[in-house]
């Protein structure tokens, strides 16, 4: 039977995921895949849809009971945050930093960029909190339909061009204050539906396969980075594929744990644990 994996049409998932979908991976079951922004796949998840899905780290302790994390293949690293952006030439320009007034527009309600955004603006919480489809973010903080708005992936690169100036790096902020890289999006296996070692597995494989030959996954990339230009592709598998792509180790964990701990203890998640000795192997 075919394995069903959700994962974004982002670089960074379909580099990682070629060899996987393309069967290229020995052992590993013919796949069946679906594309998704990741507020979607956390939602679907949440009625246990895919075999492995794609979701942000943010939405774990809702999905833990269902799911195994696996310690490899989803996007945390250094220098990768999300980016709060607002219009260089609205009242205050890019020097404002009191949100209470705002209207700011988020990407999805469980996404570890909106955790970061609440646990970096407890205090100072915004007026207004509207979910906007993430490739209408940046045109509608451009508008002045939205005061601020909340970015992840390849925003990075290209919020220059629509005349928004970032406000606060939350990942810049995160690892000054923890030390620690920013756990964004994890891959979960479905509990009795996927071993999640030998998922772990065949995800790894993948992941070696991309990296050996870059060149073999780049049309499949470029089909699907949704006209993203060829330079802004490379920089975004740059910065998201890395180290922990391949593997959490204990700096990725204990991002994790830090994270929905934190969140935890401000209430806005529920208690969890998502250590190594508990993610995947239990």
């Known amino acids: 039977m075919a ?14 995921f070629h060899a996987l979908v393309h069967g290229q991976v020995p052992g590993a079951p013919p796949v069946e895949v679906t594309y998704a922004d990741v507020d979607v796949t956390n939602t679907a998840a949440e009625r246990g849809a895919f075999d492995l899905v794609k979701v942000s780290y943010a939405a774990l302790p809702w999905l833990l009971a269902d799911y195994h994390l696996l310690p490899c293949g989803g996007a945390l690293g250094r220098g990768c945050g999300p980016l709060v952006l607002t219009r260089a030439d ?11 007034d705002a209207t700011v527009a988020v990407p999805g309600d469980r996404t570890t960029a909106y955790l970061l955004f609440r646990l970096w603006a407890a205090g100072r919480t915004p007026r207004r909190i509207e979910v906007v489809p993430f490739h209408e973010i940046m045109p509608g903080v451009a508008a002045g339909r939205y005061d601020a708005g909340l970015v992840i992936h390849e925003a990075r690169f290209t919020y220059p061009r629509h005349g928004l100036t970032a406000l606060v790096d939350l990942g810049e902020w995160w690892e000054t204050d923890t030390g620690l890289p920013i756990p964004l999006g994890a891959i979960l296996a479905r509990r009795g539906a996927v071993d999640p070692e030998q998922a772990a597995g065949w995800i790894r494989d993948s992941v070696a396969r991309a990296w050996a030959d870059p060149a073999a996954s780049r049309a499949y990339v470029v089909a699907h980075a949704q006209e993203m230009e060829p330079d802004v592709v490379d920089r975004h598998i740059g910065l ?7 593997d959490l180790g204990d700096a990725g964990f204990a991002a994790v744990e830090a994270l ?16 190594r000795a508990t993610a995947w192997t239990n």
Request: proline letters at 8%.
């Open 90 to 100: 609205q009242d205050g320009g890019p020097d404002r930093t009191d949100l209470s």
């Open 260 to 275: 929905l701990g934190r969140a935890a203890d401000a209430g806005l998640v529920p208690q969890t644990s998502s250590s």
């Open 240 to 246: 998201y594929v890395n180290e922990f792509t391949a």
């Open 3 to 16: 394995l069903s994996l959700a994962i974004s049409p982002c670089p960074n998932d379909t580099f990682v």
